[in-house]
């Protein structure tokens, strides 16, 4: 039976290999960005913002357009009436507009867009690192169960020469029958083990193949991305929160909001517009012969019923607001690299101590094994440190994984990783 475990991981793990060329993590990622319909999306969202710039520096210039009309109404009887409305009424004209004076909030306007493409650049900077952290994961995980698989083909191995030499003892007399059929239970249970195993290296796989884009049975190489890290102290890595992509994308957020109350303070300035008309035809009479004119305007508020300064106060608790989600996001990204630094530091001495009880545990059970060879232990004392040199190989390479994992949580929180420079338009 155990044979028959060994030969399915292999087959396992044979077809994977043959059926992709190997990707490295850092290919995967990049799969993933070309792929991945949310950095598309987020992609054009900033597209969308840097239009609006443009939109209201747009209305700063000059703005002109082509009209005409044709008006047909009752002859007047009045004969003087008749020179300044006419029966038929023909004007072409070119119209010029230009905006001169807006309480400056035209200015405002411009950097409060600026600031929210800004704002939605970063934005999109953390949805690129979160996709690597998933990109990661999803990487690890396939690594730790294939690992796991190869951990559980070589203790196969071990259960199968372990209940061919226990069926010998018995044949012979010297061991019980309970003795092999312990083992042969052990043995099932890891036959078990080791379907469950397959099953979610095979989920994992399709999981993979969704983020990156690439093939389900892709290779994948071990990036041992905590081998000799040397890890900082803590406040190295809290020094570096204020260049997280949120904390900048809270930032601008904040001076956006600050633009905006400027914006809403500039509707109580007068607004000053100049129009000019260039007439390619007027109607017959008086004003035939006046082809252009100028006219500059004037505009004060003074009463609006309130609703300006009511804009005034909303714009002032908007910037309350994006102060406030600023100080949150400082104060998680503080605790997330908290967290996660304390959590990589307990992996590392983990994996440590796991490599100690690994190699004991081994050597307990060879020693076991030549004991009850010579009759100075018993079964079940084998069997229990089987177990165990099984267990600690397993958690072993699952802590070295997690570890890697750990290391990639507390990079991203603490700003280490940059997020790859996207191509602008």
């Excluded at 929210?116 to 690192?129: H, T």
């Excluded at 904390?247 to 001076?255: D, H, P, T, V, Y």
């Excluded at 129009?275 to 004003?287: A, I, K, L, V």
């Excluded at 590392?348 to 100075?376: F, I, T």
Aim: glycine share 4%; proline share 2%.
């Amino acid at each position: 039976m155990a044979q028959l475990i060994s030969i399915s991981i292999l087959c396992v793990l044979t077809m994977i290999s043959k059926s992709a060329i190997a990707a490295t993590l850092q290919e995967a990622y990049q799969s993933a960005l070309q792929k991945n319909e949310l950095v598309g999306t987020q992609n054009e969202q900033v597209r969308q913002i840097r239009e609006r710039v443009k939109q209201v520096r747009g209305g700063m210039y000059p703005q002109i357009s082509a009209n005409a009309t044709y008006l047909m109404q009752p002859q007047p009887s009045d004969p003087v009436a008749r020179d300044f409305f006419p029966e038929r009424q023909t004007t072409i004209a070119l119209t010029a507009n230009q905006v001169l004076f807006r309480g400056l909030r035209e200015f405002a306007g411009i950097r409060q867009q600026k600031d929210l493409v800004s704002a939605q650049e970063e934005i999109r900077n953390q949805m690129v690192i979160s996709l690597y952290q998933d990109v990661t994961g999803s990487y690890l995980n396939i690594l730790t169960l294939e690992q796991d698989l190869k951990n559980i083909s070589a203790q196969a191995k071990i259960y199968d020469e372990r209940v061919s030499e226990l069926s010998g003892r018995v044949r012979r007399g010297e061991s019980s029958s309970s003795d092999m059929l312990t083992a042969q239970s052990s043995q099932a249970a890891l036959r078990a083990e080791a379907q469950v195993v397959e099953g979610n290296l095979k989920m994992s796989r399709e999981a993979f193949a969704f983020i990156t884009g690439l093939s389900a049975g892709e290779v994948l190489t071990d990036p041992d991305l905590a081998k000799s890290q040397k890890v900082g102290s803590l406040s190295s890595y809290l020094s570096k929160i204020e260049n997280r992509y949120d904390i900048k994308a809270a930032r601008e957020q904040l001076s956006a909001m600050e633009e905006e109350v400027s914006i809403a303070k500039g509707a109580h300035w007068p607004s000053l517009d100049l129009t000019g008309n260039y007439y390619f035809r007027r109607p017959e009479g008086f004003s035939e012969d006046l082809n252009w004119d100028v006219q500059l305007r004037l505009s004060l508020p003074l009463f609006e019923g309130g609703s300006t300064q009511s804009k005034v106060r909303e714009a002032a608790s908007k910037r309350i607001e994006a102060d406030l989600t600023l100080a949150r996001a400082r104060r998680m990204a503080e605790q997330e690299v908290r967290t996660y630094y304390e959590n990589f530091q307990a992996r590392l001495k983990q994996v440590e101590a796991l490599e100690k009880a690994g190699s004991l545990s081994e050597k307990n059970y060879q020693v076991l094994q030549k004991d009850y060879r010579r009759g100075l232990a018993r079964n079940i004392d084998v069997q229990v440190a089987l177990t165990d040199y099984r267990m600690s190989a397993r958690a072993l390479d699952q802590a070295r994984f997690a570890a890697q994992m750990d290391l990639v949580r507390l990079q991203v929180a603490a700003a280490e990783i940059e997020a790859p420079k996207m191509k602008e338009d």
